[in-house]
């Protein structure tokens, strides 16, 4: 592939929420887009050097955090989050044209996007499989391609890029639905927004207090949580690692302070993610 000044990943092929996602990112710079089939795959290209950066998507407001992300972040990968983007995410139900809501066998997508719709397939296609799919786009393509009376859960714009008919406009559950992606690239970058966040990802001893501790240490600066979460450590049940957001920004001496050395002694493992401008 020829390569442009700067390439950026994301979750294809044409008609995602991702895609979405990259071009209003690269609205404010020059992009060669470059689609993956899987998250993983695009945090890889990073990591390698083969893309400057890679959008991904973290957390809807639905469904919650997109797990292996974070997992990602947080092990094998050595990489750093540089900006986010909040995107409305309305999923439209779209068909071959023709195909009537009561004729719909199986409804194809993502699996965040099934979870998104979940109240509105129980309602509407009780009887209706599910299966799903590396991306909503990529439903859209089997779909199109099918001759089976099937539907795929994705961005309504998908419908003119694979020639489908949008048969449903909104069927997420929640009116308000919204993801939000993260940017990543290799090296930390300084923020120096008017308001930064930090995320860092950290583990404790087993002890009673041990959380607390740690949280203590934000509140005494009357620093503002924005999110916090724990997921398994992968090693054994019971055991886990926390994901933890912040208002501000570790070009701040305070902050680096505590980052360095307060928050060094109190827990077991401690890495920066990465500080950029709020959303
Ligand atoms: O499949 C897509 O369109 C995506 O961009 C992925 C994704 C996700 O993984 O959360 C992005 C936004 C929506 O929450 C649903 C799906």
Redesign the pocket.
């Known amino acids: 592939m020829e390569r442009g000044v700067y390439c950026l990943g994301?979750?294809g092929p044409r008609?995602?929420?991702?895609?979405?996602?990259a071009h209003r990112y690269c609205e404010r710079k020059k992009c060669e887009l470059v689609e993956y089939s899987s998250?993983e795959d695009i945090l890889r290209g990073v990591a390698s050097g083969m893309l400057e950066e890679g959008i991904?998507?973290v957390e809807?407001s639905?469904?919650g955090s997109?797990g292996i992300v974070f997992d990602l972040l947080a092990g094998p990968y050595d990489l750093a989050v540089r900006g986010e983007l909040l995107?409305p995410?309305v999923?439209s139900l779209l068909v071959r044209p023709g195909v009537a809501l009561r004729e719909i066998e199986k409804v194809l997508?993502?699996?965040?996007?099934l979870a998104?719709c979940r109240g509105f397939l129980h309602k509407e296609l009780p009887a209706a499989k599910w299966q799903e799919?590396?991306?909503?786009?990529?439903?859209a393509v089997l779909v199109a391609g099918s001759k089976q009376p099937w539907a795929a859960l994705?961005?309504a714009a998908?419908a003119d890029v694979y020639g489908l008919e949008v048969l449903i406009q909104e069927a997420n559950d929640c009116p308000d639905?919204m993801?939000r992606?993260w940017v990543i690239g290799r090296e930390q970058l300084p923020c120096t927004a008017e308001v930064c966040k930090t995320s860092l990802v950290f583990s404790v001893c087993d002890r009673p207090g041990a959380l607390y501790l740690v949280l203590r240490e934000f509140a005494l600066r009357d620093i503002n949580l924005t999110r916090i979460e724990s997921r398994p450590a992968k090693r054994r049940l019971g055991e886990y690692i926390f994901f933890l957001d912040f208002i501000g920004s570790t070009i701040d001496p305070a902050i680096q302070n505590l980052l360095l050395s307060d928050l060094k002694e109190i827990t077991t493992g401690l890495k920066v993610l990465g500080s950029w401008g709020q959303a």
């Open positions: 994301y979750l008609g995602t929420f991702s895609e979405v996602a998250l991904v998507p809807n639905t469904e997109v995107v995410v999923h997508s993502h699996p965040q996007a998104q799919c590396s991306s909503t786009a990529a439903a994705a961005p998908a639905n993801t992606f």
